[in-house]
């Protein structure tokens, strides 16, 4: 039950409150502008999400750069983030699919930038993840990741979901990002607990 609870709510949001809380993440805007801000996106910027629930930060993302691409795991989130980005979609400057984050469906060196917010801590495999990162950014390319670092208050705060998600101290994130191969690699805590990963490679 608790299971199940979690995967509508936050792993794999579906059904009515899902729909809901991820048409409008206000929970994540803040996450959303530190990873705009890191990324300091530009025109020429190819932009990849991996899990784009409903859809609002690619949408904020791709008021910067002309081409973005976008993977989830919940049909219901690919449904609104597909909704949400129509007019992109129609004039071919992004493409939103479903799909799993440790087998990505594009090439080796195909963006320039890429991110994952609030949903790494839902990562089972996160070497696997995080080389599928490294394999399909362009050399040079950037990626931020936003998480909660591995501490008594966020178990404290996120009590319902704790048991299922896999939190790590800033020194894990950073050697799990250098063992996959990213040359520049900086992981600090920001404010409202937000772990913020930079890399390059």
């Not at 991110?115 to 790494?120: E, I, L, R, S, V």
Request: aromatic share 10%; hydrophobic share 40%.
């Amino acid at each position: 039950m608790l299971d199940r609870f979690v995967d509508m709510t936050a792993r794999r949001p579906s059904g009515w409150f899902g729909k809901k809380m991820y048409n409008n993440p206000r929970g994540h805007y803040r996450a959303f502008c530190l990873t705009l801000d890191k990324l300091a996106l530009k025109p020429d910027d190819v932009f990849l999400e991996i899990g784009c629930g409903g859809g609002v930060l690619l949408n904020m993302a791709l008021e910067s750069v002309a081409q973005a691409k976008a993977i989830d795991h919940s049909p219901d989130m690919v449904r609104i983030a597909r909704d949400r980005n129509q007019e992109a979609i129609s004039e071919g400057r992004v493409e939103i699919v479903q799909g799993n984050a440790e087998s990505l469906p594009w090439d080796d060196n195909s963006f320039t930038c890429a991110t994952a917010n609030q949903m790494f801590f839902f990562i089972d495999k996160p070497l696997i993840v995080l080389k599928e990162f490294y394999r399909v950014l362009k050399p040079g390319g950037r990626l931020v990741i936003t998480s909660t670092e591995d501490s008594i208050l966020p178990k404290l705060l996120f009590v319902l979901w704790y048991h299922s998600m896999h939190l790590y101290k800033n020194q894990e994130m950073e050697y799990m990002l250098k063992q996959v191969g990213f040359q520049t690699v900086e992981v600090k805590n920001l404010e409202r607990f937000i772990q913020l990963s930079y890399a390059e490679k």
